[in-house]
């Protein structure tokens, strides 16, 4: 039997023909690969560092240098504008967000105590503040918590609503970089890592308002500060889409080369959500054609950064957009989508404002664009011309994950340390999220029992449980406990050291009410169980005639257990099973 686009030689012809000949065609096969190889080693291999940097660096460089010699900051204000009081927005929902499930994650009696961590970081002396910002090593407590969130809220929406904005995004990235530092494996997670990027580069196209320059006026040094700024912006558009797409390319996933990604990515994803299900039931040929669509949406649209606005930059900001809003209709993704629709924005010019809108921001004085005395004006041109030099080297080494570029052997170490100083930050981070696209789904089903004999399952707000359950569509909210779970099924918690999963489990048995508000069923709710068992259980969605009956999912595989069953002795939660 032939393989699918091959055909079969007739036998009677088979027959006929002579063996082939080994003397005659290895010699030349292998002479055509000696030679090929030869060729690649000395026209790519041995020559890739020195061509990647020459086109890099030709790239940012031709395209910063048009940014600030022949545009003019005042014809992207309005865009401008638009792009601070969403990002403002953004910040809104992501300290909501982070305000109604920090202390179950990280409160006194949370699954992972900030005092617990902070005893964690002082293990490196006296570089262990420097390390690790936070404003929490002045305070651990859940009041201080509190406070930090609703400050971090207070100022968002101060930013939101043009009200001291310089001054607002900062302690905005100052208190979400303090939740990031100490939440661990809750807040590592490149969703902050974009925030806190975006808010910086944000930050810097505001900053002169905030410095106390004297009245006058610099236009070309102003002009040079201002467009820099926006470029950076434009730049991390470019790290994050590029970055994205080209990873899932160098990662050699089979999946994702054959055009098979999307087959398994909408009921394997961490949080599918009820649109989801039916984008499932597309033909194959919709999900391959979608698949080959976002390459190149993630590739080469990104590209529109370098060249000046207009059409092409019109309907590249068209597409990124376009699939940011897919993804953020079949799955959620907390701020993520919400981040990604926005620095696309960047890509116009004021004349893609619609006349309502423009009309409706012009009385608000949107002035952006910032001059100043000619000697203060040069301070911002030399500090704009280090903010480009730097993020231009800096950024080689996230992108040297994802192009194999060799970083070290142009970078000096020190490039290295300064790094490893702005990462605490979430300052030019890598990204590249489904590098390998995932083509099973295992859920974990927590139970607890009073005799070992009859079970009762906890059921999370978001993450799959119950069969029937239809998942909650949300834009914006990231929940961070059912977003980690969904990582279990590839991890393996070591029984010998307090994990958080570990430490999840003993407040369940201890009936905390900081955790169990993370949950949306308590099945015990007078007192908790004895007895907990965790089961691992493959899920997929729902077949159509399912669907009909009521159910979302369908298990798979019969559970089975995938930690041993725990109890509490003395307080303190032991096994009671060997795994």
Known sequence: MSLEGETETPPEITQSLPPPSKDATLPLKSSLNAQGQKVYQTLFKKNYNTVFLTVYLAATILSWGWEVSTRDPTQNKLILFIFHRLLGLTFVTAFISNWVQAKGLIGEKGILPMKET????????????LSFPTVFWFNSSDQYLQYTCGVGLLTSVLYTL??????ALLVSCICHCSLKVVGREFYALQFDNLLLDTGFFALLTILPSALPFPTGYSQLSSNFYDNTTVW?????????????????????????RSGMALKYHYWTQPMPNKISWYANQLPLSVHKISCWAHFVVEIALPFAVFVPYGKIAFWSCLGLIGLQVAILATGNYGFFNILSILLPLLLLDDKFVPQFLANAILPLKPEYIFSTASIFGLVLAVLSL??????????LIPLAKVTKFSAKTILPSTAYKM???LAPFGILNYYGLFARMTTGRKEILIQGSNDLKEWKEYEFIYKAGDVKKTPYFVIGHLPRLDWRMWFCQFEYFSNESLNWFDSFLEGLLKGNNDILDLLEKNPFKESPPRFIKCMKCDYVFASPEEKKEGNFWSRASEPKLYWPIVTLKNNQMCYLLSK
């Open 118 to 129: 902070l005893k964690l970081f002082e293990r490196f002396g006296s570089k262990s503040k």
């Open 162 to 167: 043009n009200i001291l904005s310089p001054y």
């Open 232 to 256: 950076l912006l434009r730049w991390l558009l470019f790290r994050l889409m590029f970055s994205s797409g080209l990873c899932k390319i160098v990662s050699r996933d089979p999946v994702w």
């Open 386 to 395: 280090a903010l480009f030099s730097a993020t231009i080297a800096l950024s």
């Open 419 to 421: 790094y490893a100083l």
